[in-house]
């Protein structure tokens, strides 16, 4: 399927599924999260859902987190050249939500794209060979690029895999795992 049908029916799926749904659905994800060789890991960048958008809570993989004693990095957009600056997640982080309902820290200790081990992706879509559909705007395929080649990189998802995405551009970021209600994939 062409990333744009994609992105339509995905959003038509989140948009049919009640908050109860999405609590539930994503303690799933979290409680699959668990079986993810990472957790030796120390920085760990968790993107902050949008409500209204129906993502998946990572409040809970949040605290799974916070428990192991992880240092939480959150990201800030720069709609102007399509970028993130990186936050350290700290008891006095304060957020406020951008334009577009995305939650983001207003200040604090800014964090190297170097120190990030693990990225946990939001997507609409992806498939059976870790390609991911995003919203289009291109922030997280150009973090990712900046990214060092040892950092893992994780798609959460309320949905199972499609086939394949035809469209896929030569600077599309595969993942290195989707974790669903149900299983988690692995992409070699």
Not at 118 to 131: I, R, S, T
Not at 141 to 150: G, V, W
């Amino acid at each position: 399927m062409l990333k744009n049908t994609l992105r339509k029916k995905y959003k038509t799926l989140r948009s049919q599924l009640l908050s109860e749904d999405l609590e539930e659905l994503s303690i799933k994800i979290a409680n699959e999260s668990l079986k993810l060789p990472i957790w030796d890991k120390t920085y760990y960048h968790l993107f902050l859902p949008i409500e209204e958008q129906k993502e998946v809570d990572t409040s809970f993989l949040l605290s799974i987190l916070q428990g192991k004693d992880k240092e939480v990095v959150v990201a800030k957009s720069n709609f102007q050249n399509l970028s993130l600056t990186h936050y350290l997640l700290t008891e006095n982080t304060r957020f406020r939500k951008n334009s577009y309902n995305i939650p983001e820290p207003v200040d604090g200790i800014e964090v190297p794209i170097e120190k990030i081990d693990v990225v946990f992706v939001p997507l609409l879509a992806f498939d059976q060979k870790g390609n991911r559909v995003g919203y289009g705007k291109g922030f997280y395929d150009q973090f990712l690029s900046e990214c060092k080649n040892t950092t893992i990189k994780i798609g959460l998802s309320f949905f199972e895999a499609e086939s394949f995405i035809e469209d896929l551009r030569e600077d599309d970021i595969k993942i290195d795992y989707c974790v669903t209600p149900e299983k988690v994939y692995t992409f070699p």
